[in-house]
């Protein structure tokens, strides 16, 4: 249902809650046999706990945001503050007070399950995870809506903004891990005695319903002291109800209906309470969750997550970078990554005993990440951050700016490639960005919100079946051929894959977008500090969005310390554009730009699921619009043995593109230790001091060499030199 707004007694409420999706991994109450009172609570109970309840100032007031949304949050932080309130004792005047409705509201916006980027409302299923996942902090320390103002209307803006927003008290984080979630189960809306049950034993539920007029004829009155019957019935003529979705609190049920506590303030039914007939919630109601309170956390030092000694241990080896300082680790502390307060991060290593510096945590890999979503605009990675512009302030102006106030100097900004989903990259960070901590850079990860090689792999197999491999092996090279070539076509047919992924580079350099930000801020740091170093390292598609960024430099006269492009995924236009211009311009030195990339033979060797070559001739020979486009990352491009005009790889019209790249790079000065500025892999790939890999398109940032090799030369040093922290361990 599309988001309403309603008029209440002179004020306008939004009603944006989304229905749950159904998820096989919700877990459904099962009530115990027993038998239930034939009101709850009774009406002695419900006299004192009501009244003593509103006294508090505990019923909510939605309608006092204007025409925002947020009832999931307000809904939620009802039943919270019902819960605790009754744990506490009712009717105690020591309690704490209301807890933020807006901070799980934007929980809730941040863990929705909705697909896509560009819509508003969030689901109840939402704010429970966002409950489950953080905790719920006091009202003070979360006052508005970090997306207040960017969707209070009927257009989105696309998360594209130019001035920050709302930002939430510091102190959140701590705060609500003194008021977790502890077990939670979906409740059968249908049923109508689960839910009293559900009821009886915790004391309140969290529900959603489609609303109707009666909802705002409901009768007014201080009714509470009467008990139940001093509780007005919401009307209900038996109509569809269409004036939209709205989240609230369930606190008690009678022969009539539920008790309903409301967010609309005091002056709605009596004093926020009303009973909802159980016909009307047969027909309307939507979903239904129970939730029980957990126990509260002990403050912990500042970015030490539940089960994570790990942070700590970083700060012996984070170098002069400081990873693991307090500014970073306690605003990395704000988000718990794909996991509850009480579980700890996964592993990220097979066996992170070899590894020379310690993995980091998933939160303090997100405090050096910038995730780039749909149209090229930064995604949030906190909860507490609504706008682009904020992401962008803290990452960079304030973690990066605070480890140059330190005295640090040298930054690496990473791209990873399109191929890998936001989760895989973050494995990879968690990984590597505690090897250039360790030896004193300080890295900033760009990555992309998904990855295309899951769908990629999925549309080549339905192509060809599950029978390829066994018959490759058998036909041999000439079946492969053929089969490839298939795949080539089937490639071409959705190449809008690949150009939607180069789109959003493009138009991360625009206005708004997560490049055009990260430039300015650059710029910004390095007006400030004058000895910043800025150096670009990226794999695969990272080389759009590092010849994006390049030519901001360009535009904004910001210096390029180093380039380093591991098998980069662009055409030679694409390069000449923005890379050979780059370091015309002098932009980037001509004698610290590096390339490395893959053989023919193990180019030809790779495979991208059922597709028996590497990304790369398939990007050049069937995701591109033109079939046969040269891309910069193919060693035949820079193979002065490969003279023909008219190759698998490019057409007759490329050749004197080919021939013009080629020489480019074979002009390039040697590196310090003698070795080519473009170095091409030929042998297996060391992973770890104790395994390899077969080369492949998709491995360049699990060498050890290769990495130890681009951290050597953002240091100035000969490639080959030891390093302080050696890298010893890239098996993600």
């Known amino acids: ?104 509201y934007d929980l809730a916006r941040f863990y929705d399950e909705w697909p896509g980027e560009e819509y508003q409302g969030s689901s109840c299923r939402g704010a429970i995870k966002g409950w489950s996942k953080h905790g719920s902090c006091a009202a003070p320390l979360w006052q508005a809506s970090v997306h207040a103002g960017q969707d209070d209307g009927d257009d989105h803006d696309q998360g594209r903004d130019s001035a920050g927003g709302y930002r939430p008290d510091q102190r959140w984080a701590s705060d609500a891990a003194t008021r977790p979630l502890g077990v939670y189960y979906r409740v059968d809306s249908a049923c109508i005695t689960d839910m009293q049950a559900a009821l009886h034993a915790i004391g309140a539920l969290y529900v959603s319903a489609s609303v109707h007029p009666g909802w705002l004829e409901v009768a007014a009155g201080n009714g509470l002291a009467r008990g139940h019957a001093g509780l007005p019935v919401i009307g209900y003529d038996g109509m569809p109800a269409d004036t939209g979705n709205h989240a609230f609190a369930i606190v008690g049920y009678n022969a009539h209906g539920f008790v309903v506590q409301n967010s609309w303030g005091e002056g709605w039914g009596a004093r926020g309470f009303a009973v909802l007939r159980y016909d009307d919630w047969r027909d309307n109601g939507l979903d239904c969750w129970v939730a029980a309170l957990g126990v509260p956390q002990a403050a912990v030092a500042p970015g030490l997550a539940a089960g994570s000694g790990m942070v700590a241990r970083l700060g012996a080896n984070a170098g002069d970078a400081g990873s693991a300082s307090g500014a970073t680790v306690a605003a990395a502390k704000s988000r718990r990554v794909g996991v509850s307060l009480a579980a700890a991060d996964p592993p990220v290593l097979t066996n992170p005993a070899l590894a020379g510096a310690l993995p980091w945590s998933s939160d303090t890999a997100y405090a050096h990440t910038l995730v780039s979503g749909n149209n090229g605009v930064l995604r949030s990675s906190r909860p507490d951050l609504g706008r682009a512009s904020d992401l962008v302030a803290v990452a960079v102006d304030e973690r990066l700016g605070d480890w140059l106030r330190r005295g640090g100097r040298k930054v690496v900004i990473y791209a990873h490639g399109g191929l890998n989903s936001e989760a895989a990259s973050l494995r990879r960070i968690r990984v590597m960005g505690p090897y250039f901590t360790a030896n004193g850079i300080y890295p900033l990860f760009y990555t992309w919100r998904t990855g295309l090689l899951e769908t990629l792999g999925g549309v080549l ?11 490759r092996s058998l036909l041999g090279s000439t079946f492969s051929d053929a089969t490839d070539g298939l795949l080539e076509t089937v490639a071409h047919r959705v190449r809008w894959m690949w150009g939607e992924m180069k789109d959003n580079a493009a138009l991360a350099a625009q206005d708004g977008g997560a ?59 694409f390069a000449r554009r923005c890379f050979i211009a780059a370091v015309a311009a002098g932009v980037v030195p001509r004698d610290r730009f590096w390339l490395h990339l893959l053989s023919d033979a193990t180019e030809r060797d790779d495979t991208v699921g059922p597709y028996g070559k590497s990304l790369l ?44 790249w080629r ?39 699990n060498d050890i060499v290769i990495l130890s090799r681009t951290i050597n030369r953002v240091l100035n040093r000969p490639p080959n030199a030891v390093l302080a922290a050696p890298v010893t361990d890239l098996d993600y």
């Not at 990260?518 to 080389?543: C, F, K, M, N």
């Not at 590092?546 to 662009?570: D, F, I, K, M, Q």
């Not at 230790?673 to 998709?698: F, I, Y």
């Open 1 to 104: 249902m599309p988001t309403r707004l309603l008029q209440f007694d002179g004020q306008t409420v939004r009603l944006d809650a989304r229905t749950d999706r159904l998820d096989p991994r919700d877990r459904p109450y099962a009530p115990p046999l027993a038998a239930l009172p034939p009101r709850w609570p009774d009406d002695a109970r419900l006299r004192r706990l009501l009244s003593a309840y509103v006294q508090q100032g505990l019923v909510l007031d939605q309608s006092s945001q204007g025409s925002q949304g947020a009832c999931t949050g307000y809904g939620l932080a009802a039943v919270v503050n019902f819960l605790l309130w009754q744990r506490d004792g009712a009717g105690n005047t020591n309690h704490a007070g209301p807890v933020s409705p807006h901070m799980l």
């Open 515 to 573: 490049l055009a930000l990260l430039a300015a801020a650059l710029v910004r740091l390095r007006q400030d500090y004058p000895t910043l170093e800025i150096h670009l390292a990226g794999h695969s598609a990272g080389a759009f969005v590092h010849g994006h960024l390049l030519e901001l430099c360009r535009a904004t006269r910001l210096p390029v310390a180093s380039v380093t492009l591991y098998a980069p995924a662009c055409s030679l236009a």
């Open 663 to 701: 020489a480019w790079v074979a002009a390039l000065p040697a590196q310090a230790d003698g070795l080519p500025a473009c170095e091409v892999t030929t042998m297996r790939m060391p992973v770890s001091v104790q395994a390899a890999l077969k080369p492949g398109h998709n491995a360049f940032d």
């Open 461 to 471: 197999r339905d192509a060809v079946g599950d029978t390829l491999a066994p018959a």
């Open 617 to 660: 001739y398939l990007v050049a020979r069937g995701f591109e619009d033109v079939r046969k486009t040269p891309l910069a990352g193919l060693y035949r491009t820079v193979d002065a043995a490969a003279q023909h005009p008219d190759d698998e790889l490019w057409r007759a019209a490329d050749w004197p593109a080919v021939q013009a």
